[in-house]
């Protein structure tokens, strides 16, 4: 089976030893307004693994996911992705940090083709501005020729290569899930962040994506999984984090969690006659 | 293909034919097609000839409001930002040639003490003109572009006005409503008319001045089309669409929107100072009434009936804004002098096209990557290992 690396020849090391911490949120904390949405959450990404991030509607999965990505400012609290902090730099400097995202709603651009979409995403790694491009300079030749082939490279290795050529908008809704995934993929990060990226799916369709995330993490990336759907977190992460009420609840491997009772109580309720 | 998809869709069999070019019969279709056009005001078809005033003139027009649609696509059309003070941009660039070059201004450089000669007056000033616009863009845009929408479309609006507010008040360099008389143009071919090909006195037969001039523009606009082009099948313009189709994506996905949305506002001021410097050469007197806010109005006109981010599909809009009211000019129709309806016209136009065809006559299908067509090869090249896993 070719790897990423091999079909899309990346510039960067996106590997390191396995295990160590990719990225760490310290008592993190998101308000709005008097809501606190995400209340001093502390948890580490460690290289190579898949992060589960669960828990019932509301408690706060896409927001801690939002403030690591750089979308909301933390109200309090640190994220160290890398080895450095995230402090108050720009989003798309997150992104060329090696932080890549998919989105719960699907934010693709839909009047460029699929190809398309993912040059964008190749093009974070690229540095011709506007001289360049008006005089056809080497490097921007270059990084046109390297800019599609690992697009097209990408477009193959999530299995939607055949319509690439298509506006985005026109894609099946399957498709347009896996072509954010390659996007996200084409930016070469270290982390990718995956939010709900089985929503809507059908059984058949979640085990192709089952099959592909294993298959991304085993080409060295470091993943983070937000899911609803528990056979699929359970059968692909090897960590989870569990949110409620924008604290986390538990942390462990699936089967910890799966016999936590603070996690069934969060996701089941808990008894009349065992409320305190 | 039926005759109804044929109307939807007018530029597709005609894009489909083009995308099927090598480059080399690109640049010759593209050549002999630019040649035609000029080839047009000596060899008026009949009924095309504008009775009223010189085709010549008229064309020239066409061909400055082509450059300006082609900046104004820049920023409308790829990058989606509502500007509605266009105009101040075409301004700055006409006042910058008229400053320089007036005998009536006090910044005019072609006395004793200036720094320019006569013969090159006009040719050094546009690259002068264009960066002046530029650099007005960058302070334009510096502020301004954090804002989105409907915001950026109101302090867009406000900028024209303060450029042309400026003009007719700032007495002591502009004049103000008395204009700048005499501004410089190319003199070229004075040993055959007197002033030269593009002297206001070259104003008899087929190859007018205002043929000169129209010749000049469409050079002009095909430098103009190969720079955008190229700027379009890049990075930049991935980044302008992209933002045009979902800024925070955009954003999220490691485009630096702020830095790219810049440059689409200063490449398209740059393109409409060159508009303006042109429109001074050969009008040879700069006033703030032609700078009008309905100016903008009529290039935003030309942008959307064209189709926003057709670069071609834009000047041929730019062709209906000009031609039409000049074709039309000492039509009377009813004792009515049809010349004189434009802006009815062109509202009804707008009106109806925005109900039935808002994304324009020619519909946009940009072509964002330089080597689309291997592009192809590599998307067909069977890839079964990762297939099978998938």
Redesign the interface.
Known sequence: MSSIEDVAGLHREVHAAEGENLLETRDLTVRFGGLVALDSVTFDIRRGEILGLIGPNGAGKTTCFNAITGVYRPAGGTVVFDGAPLGRIKRHQITRRGIARTFQNIRLWGEMTALENVVVGTDARHRTSVPGAILRSPRHRREERDAIERAAALLHFVGIADRGEQKAKNLPYGDQRRLEIARALATEPKLLCLDEPAAGFNQGEKVALIELINKIRDDGYTVLLIEHDMRLVMGVTDRIVVLEFGRKIAEGVPSQIREDPAVIAAYLGVPDDEVQ | MSAWAKLAHPGDELRQWWGGLSRHAKWLVGVVGFVLVGLFPLFPPPLLNTTGISLGGTLAQFAMTALIAIGLNVVVGSAGLLDLGYVGFYAVGAYTVALLTSPASPWNQLDASGVLTTKWAWLSCVPIAIAITGLSGLILGTPTLRLRGDYLAIVTLGFGEIIRLLADNLEGLTRGPRGLPGVAYPRVGENHVPGGYFSSGNASGAANYGTWWFWLGLVLVAIALL?VG??E???????W??I???E??????????FKFKL?AFV?GAGIGGLSGALYAGQVQFVAPTNFNIINSMLFLCAVVLGGQGNKLGVIFGAFVIVYLPNRLLGVHFLGINLGDLKYLFFGLALVVMMIFRPQGLFP?RQQ?????R???D????G?P???A??
Request: charged share 30%; glycine share 6%; net charge positive.
């Open positions: 720079v190229n700027l099948r890049s990075r930049v313009g991935r980044a669409v992209a045009r189709e979902d925070d994506a955009a954003e999220v996905m490691g485009v630096n929107t440059w490449i946009v964002l990557l330089t080597y689309g291997s592009a192809r590599l998307l067909r090249r890839d290992a990762s297939r896993a998938t």
